[in-house]
């Protein structure tokens, strides 16, 4: 095991690309919120970006990859990044440091429990936020990241494919995101007030960030600056614009190209191909983009608009279905040319269903657990903040401060 | 003394005070505001449908003038903001009990 300098230095680099994500997220969802909210929301991607940067050095990564316990969590062998130092690991990433292995996988935990506030904005109380975050990190994310990509994790062993986090971090997710939305309710006033997003340019340049940075997403995870990453960067930008430009043209028949609905396409795009990035050939990011904007756009219609579930910045519907179309889409187009997996298209049918067990038992457990864990938090200090907090808007009632102050220019 | 509040089209704003000036009222205070008449409102797209927006941005024009003036600048701004379609607008006069101007202490029809 020697340390490539080039391999290193392209995963530290995927790490920070894969970090600046989280500030991307936070503009993204601030600027779908209401002027009241914008703060707030920021606040809380950027309050996970602090928070788990601490619990995944201390226990969180030695729950995900320390030595296998019956194939569903990991060890405390690296509690506190013991035995992780500047020499590589001994079983993940035999090129780099284990310490940039570690720091890399950190910045998807990061991101993941930040993806999930954007279905809970503008009535979630900042607190019980704060002490869902570290449980969640914990108790699902851990496990769930152990079966995926840990050493002896129960699902990999079973031969489910996610290159860079379909299931881990997105149907993970988006399926948690969906259960504390069910346990917090609706906010006062969805539907029926008109609830307008502040400031829709700040939300595109969020998902260009959230764009530039996924490539240290995708092409990082494959551990290596080789041909594979990038395979998985080409297929990855592919995948995105077709997705973009779909759900442009989606919201163009109904009524106008859309900017937000271009913007959240990309989103879409970008999830759907992260399992499939490093198993595809790059040009089957063409129909997996175009598959997940008519998805992502029919969910929300279903679920918001329908069946009235106020997953305010449908999270559900971009990463939850994205993230499950993603992941049964790298069964159908996987290519042995690229990592030796086949898929469907390939005759080996049978990894569409490998593909499926993978998707059950990870949105059952995320669901599940993320329910027993909102009725802890429920209960220990309060889901949601008050009707006049609500009213006010969670920016001052929660912090203190405004994004938009003063009356001097 | 009478105070002219007009509520405007943003658009029609460069006309507005272009005609205004043209007959010697300089002065006026130019506000964004929101509201509705009979246009109600507009809808816009969220990522997948639509939502409805009931009040919509306008610009409110406040100028003080003359009794005898008033005729004038009404006339002004109602040639200039007018376009024929809803959401024009609306003109309201109200009688103005004293003007001072703060800079050197004049009052009423000197300080207009």
Not at chain 1, 127 to 138: D, E, K, P, Y
Request: net charge neutral; with cysteine.
């Amino acid at each position: 095991m020697s340390i490539s300098s080039g391999d290193t230095a392209w995963i530290l680099i995927s790490s920070a690309l894969v970090l600046l994500m989280t500030p991307g997220l936070a503009l993204f969802y601030g600027g779908m919120a209401r002027r009241k909210n914008v703060l707030s929301t920021i606040m809380m991607s950027f309050a996970v970006m602090c928070l788990v940067g601490i619990v995944w050095v201390v226990w969180g990564y030695s729950l995900s990859f320390g030595d296998d316990i019956g194939g569903f969590i990991g060890g405390f062998n690296f509690f506190g990044l013991g035995n992780v130092g500047m020499e590589p690991s001994g079983t993940y990433a035999s090129s780099i440091p284990h310490l940039a292995f570690m720091i890399f996988q950190c910045m998807f935990a990061i991101i993941t429990v930040a993806l999930i506030t954007g279905a809970v904005v503008e009535r979630i109380k900042f607190s019980a936020l704060m002490l869902f975050s570290a449980l969640w990190v914990t108790f699902v994310y851990a496990p769930v990241c152990h079966w995926v990509w840990g050493d002896g994790g129960w699902l990999s062993g079973l031969g489910a494919l996610d290159f860079a986090g379909g299931t881990v971090v997105h149907i993970n997710a988006g399926v948690s995101a969906l259960a504390l939305v069910m346990l917090l309710g609706r906010r006062r006033g969805f539907p029926g007030e008109s609830m307008e997003p502040n400031n829709i340019p700040m939300v595109a340049l969020g998902a260009g960030l959230l764009w530039f940075g996924w490539f240290g997403f995708n092409a990082g995870s494959s551990l290596a600056a080789d041909g594979l990453a990038a395979s998985a960067f080409v297929a990855t930008n592919i995948s995105a614009a077709a997705a973009g430009f779909t759900w442009m043209i989606i919201s163009w028949l109904h009524r106008r190209p859309s900017l937000l609905g271009t913007v959240t396409g990309a989103v879409a795009g970008l999830v759907a191909i992260t399992p499939a990035a490093g198993f595809v050939t790059p040009l089957a990011g063409i129909p997996i983009g175009i598959v997940v904007s008519v998805i992502g756009y029919y969910s929300i219609v279903v679920l918001k608009n329908k069946l009235g579930f106020d997953d305010s910045l449908d999270v559900f519907a971009v990463h939850g279905m994205g993230g499950i179309w993603g992941a049964l889409a790298t069964g159908i187009f996987a290519s042995s040319a690229v990592s030796g997996a086949s898929g469907l298209i390939e005759g080996n049918a049978s990894q569409v269903l490998t593909q499926l067990i993978g998707v059950v038992a990870v949105a059952a457990f995320a669901f599940v657990v993320t329910w027993i864990l909102g009725k802890l938090v429920d209960a220990a200090v309060g889901l949601r903040v008050g009707q006049a907090e609500e009213g006010l808007g969670l920016d001052i009632s929660q912090h203190g401060e405004r994004a938009y102050g003063g009356l001097l220019r | 003394m009478k105070k002219i509040e007009a509520i405007i089209r943003q658009e029609r704003l460069d006309a507005v005070k272009k005609a205004l000036e043209e007959n010697s009222y300089f002065g006026m205070t130019v506000s964004e505001v929101s509201g509705r008449g009979r246009q109600k409102g507009i809808s816009l797209q969220w990522r997948a449908g639509e939502y409805r927006v009931d009040l919509l941005p306008k610009l409110k024009i406040e100028l003080v003038v003359l009794d005898e003036d008033v005729p004038v600048a009404i006339d002004a701004i109602v040639r200039n903001a007018r376009t024929g379609d809803i959401g024009d607008g609306k003109i309201v006069v109200l009688p103005v009990e004293s003007v001072v101007r703060v800079r050197t202490g004049d009052r009423n029809e000197n300080a207009i």
